[in-house]
């Protein structure tokens, strides 16, 4: 079965810095376009950050535009999500996902289990 595995994940303070990870196996990865979608508790899961298959095009929400880059590694099958100046707001578990390049999770065929990251204020 195709699988997606993230990991970085943590509990950092306000204005730190955390780097996830999401690796792909039993799938061409460079076929998919790959997205990271958040969901705090009580909360809808939400569009972060998606990138092409070819790495070239990166998206954002505008929340986190700035602070949060998305990039990936074909090679490895990883893609990869680096996130400064971090808030409360931004806590959340965080989702990777493969399929169709955009920002709602209809788009995305793949998802992994998540992973948690906490900002304290």
């Known amino acids: 079965q195709v699988q997606l595995v993230e990991s970085g994940g943590g509990l950092v303070q306000a204005g730190g810095s955390l780097r996830l990870s999401c690796t792909a196996s039993r799938l061409t990865f460079s076929n998919y376009a790959m997205g990271w979608f958040r969901q705090a508790p009580g909360k809808e899961r939400e569009f972060v950050a998606t990138?092409?298959?070819?790495?070239?095009?990166?998206l954002y929400q505008d929340s986190v535009k700035g602070r949060f880059t998305i990039s990936r590694d074909n090679t490895e099958n990883t893609v990869y999500l680096q996130m400064n100046s971090l808030k409360p707001e931004d806590t959340a578990v965080y989702y990777c996902?493969?399929?169709?390049?955009?920002?709602?999770?209809?788009?995305?065929?793949?998802w992994g289990q998540g992973t948690q990251v906490t900002v304290s204020s």
């Open positions: 996902a493969a399929g169709t390049f955009g920002t709602t999770s209809a788009m995305y065929t793949y």
């Open positions: 990138i092409s298959r070819s790495g070239l095009t990166p």
